[in-house]
Structures are given as structure tokens and as C-alpha cells.
T-cell receptor
Framework: AQTVTQSQPEMSVQEAETVTLSCTYD???????LFWYKQPPSRQMILVIR??????QNATENRFSVNFQKAAKSFSLKISDSQLGDTAMYFC????????????FGDGTTLTVKP | EPEVTQTPSHQVTQMGQEVILRCVPI?????FYWYRQILGQKVEFLVS????????KSEIFDDQFSVERPDGSNFTLKIRSTKLEDSAMYFC???????????FGEGSWLTVV
């Protein structure tokens, strides 16, 4: 069984500042992938960033970066230079590298970027 | 950029009616999924489908649910006799391989009245 925990139901940040969203997980798999998805009010699920567990280097994607601590099973998302369009629900997800490969999602963190 | 498309975007149905939600996965993808999200809750896995059969299903995916890939491009979710608690956003997703990113469609919002 695998679990994903997001301990921050809501967060807010001033425009142009930096915010970090937390995620911890548990899995018995050795080979897996971690994702952050963004869900704006339209409710579409948009991939923000992905991390392969076998890679030590933290993934980055423009203003988005992660702090992946494998031993601690922690996978936080840092958003730099926050923009109003970043306002959304953010979900952390875990996917084992198996054929079924179902993703398990956290409860989500609602991020509000204030002008 | 290729995308997963879903129809309808919104459907209202009477309790007890059958509903079919349709999805066109990304064309070279081999793995297909249905997830659902009840309003205000997290995204929950329903079923995965590979090589024309179900790979894995959750406890939510009971006998009232079924999936099918009738023509090699569409991937459908059928809910046989809808209940009020089936009201949710249903997301179709696909990926190219076990380690690949899962890409989601825009969702089908089902309201059962």
C-alpha cells in the first residue's frame, strides 16, 4: 500500500514571493515516481513537475522546483516569484514503476497568491 | 501538444440511469486510467487498463462500473445504475509506459439527481 500526505490544507503567499508546499509519502516500492499536479478552478489536472526516485538531483521546471529527500520520504514543491495564475489546488502524487502504475494522490493544498 | 480528450464535459442524469463517459487517450499511449474526484475531495483511483484488460481496480470500482476500449481509440467508463454518491468529476488519463507521466483529460463532471 502507498500513502501520500499533504499536511497543509491551505496556504497563501504574496505575489512575487516564494512558497513551499509540503508532501510526505510512504511506499514499499523501490522504483517510483513523484509528481506535483496543479488544479485551477477549471478543475483540469495539470502536471507541474515530476521526479524519478532513482535520481538524486532535484527536478526543476522554470519557477517550480522540488526538494526530494528520499530517506525522509519527503517531496516538497517550491514556487518562486509567485504569480496570480499560480492560485490553484496542488496535489502531490506517487506512482510506482509497475505495469498498473496507479497514482496515489494527497488531499491537496489550496494555494492563494495575493496581489 | 497531444492531449487526452473527454466527453461530455458535464452530464446530469437521473438516479438509476446508465451513463457512459468517453475518452480519447493520447494516440501512442498504452496505459489508460479512470480517476474520480468528489467535490472538495482528493483524486481517487478507479481502474487501470492495459493490453485490453483491467490491470488493477480499486474497491470503488464495483460491479456497477465497467471499462471498454471498443475501437482502439476510445476508452469508455460505464456506470450501470447511477447513485447520488456517483456525482463527481471523472478524469480519464493515459501514459506511454509504466514509468511515464500520466496525462489527464479535462474531466467529465457527472451530476446524479
Amino acid at each position: 500500500a502507498q500513502t501520500v500526505t499533504q499536511s497543509q490544507p491551505e496556504m497563501s503567499v504574496q505575489e512575487a514571493e516564494t512558497v513551499t508546499l509540503s508532501c510526505t509519502y510512504d511506499t514499499s516500492e523501490n522504483n517510483y515516481y513523484l509528481f506535483w499536479y496543479k488544479q485551477p478552478p477549471s478543475r483540469q489536472m495539470i502536471l507541474v513537475i515530476r521526479q524519478e526516485a532513482y535520481k538524486q538531483q532535484n527536478a526543476t521546471e522554470n519557477r517550480f522546483s522540488v526538494n526530494f529527500q528520499k530517506a525522509a520520504k519527503s517531496f516538497s514543491l517550491k514556487i518562486s516569484d509567485s504569480q496570480l495564475g499560480d492560485t490553484a489546488m496542488y496535489f502531490c502524487a506517487l506512482r510506482p514503476n509497475t505495469n498498473a502504475g496507479k497514482s496515489t494522490f494527497g488531499d491537496g493544498t489550496t494555494l492563494t497568491v495575493k496581489p | 501538444e497531444p492531449e487526452v480528450t473527454q466527453t461530455p464535459s458535464h452530464q446530469v442524469t437521473q438516479m438509476g440511469q446508465e451513463v457512459i463517459l468517453r475518452c480519447v487517450p493520447i494516440s501512442n499511449h498504452l496505459y489508460f486510467y479512470w480517476y474520480r474526484q468528489i467535490l472538495g475531495q482528493k483524486v481517487e483511483f478507479l481502474v487501470s487498463f492495459y493490453n485490453n484488460e483491467i490491470s488493477e481496480k480499486s474497491e470503488i470500482f464495483d460491479d456497477q462500473f465497467s471499462v471498454e476500449r471498443p475501437d482502439g481509440s476510445n476508452f469508455t467508463l460505464k456506470i450501470r445504475s447511477t447513485k447520488l454518491e456517483d456525482s463527481a468529476m471523472y478524469f480519464c488519463a493515459s501514459s506511454g509506459g509504466p514509468g511515464n507521466t500520466i496525462y489527464f483529460g479535462e474531466g467529465s463532471w457527472l451530476t446524479v439527481v
